[in-house]
C-alpha cells in the first residue's frame, strides 16, 4: 500500500476521476474490514483520509465531511 503514502496535493499532480474512485474503493474496503467494535480508532483514522481525499478531490470541507462520515458509519 505504499502507492498511498503520498497525496496528490503532496506532489501537485491532478487527480483523475478514476484515480480517485480508485483510491476511495480502497479507502472504504479496507475501513469495512476493520472490526469497528474493537477498533474504533482504526475506523476513524480511515474515514479521516477518505475526508482528507475528498477535500483534495472535490474540495469539500474537510471538517464537515470528516463528521458526516462519523455519523454515518457510527450510528
Known amino acids: 500500500m505504499n502507492e498511498?503514502?503520498?497525496t496528490f496535493s503532496d506532489?501537485?499532480?491532478t487527480m483523475t476521476a478514476k484515480e480517485y474512485i480508485n483510491r476511495r474503493a480502497a479507502l472504504v474496503g479496507?475501513?469495512?474490514k476493520i472490526n469497528k467494535k474493537f477498533f474504533?480508532?482504526?475506523v476513524k483514522a480511515?474515514?479521516?483520509?477518505i475526508a482528507k481525499l475528498e477535500n483534495?478531490?472535490?474540495g469539500t470541507d474537510y471538517e464537515t465531511r470528516k463528521?458526516?462520515?462519523?455519523?454515518?458509519?457510527?450510528?
Not at 480511515?46 to 483520509?49: A, E, F, G, T, V
Open 4 to 6: 498511498y503514502a503520498l
Open 11 to 13: 506532489t501537485g499532480i
Open 30 to 32: 479496507q475501513a469495512m
Open 40 to 42: 474504533p480508532r482504526c
Open 46 to 49: 480511515k474515514l479521516r483520509q
Open 56 to 58: 483534495e478531490y472535490r
Open 67 to 75: 463528521n458526516e462520515l462519523y455519523k454515518e458509519w457510527f450510528s
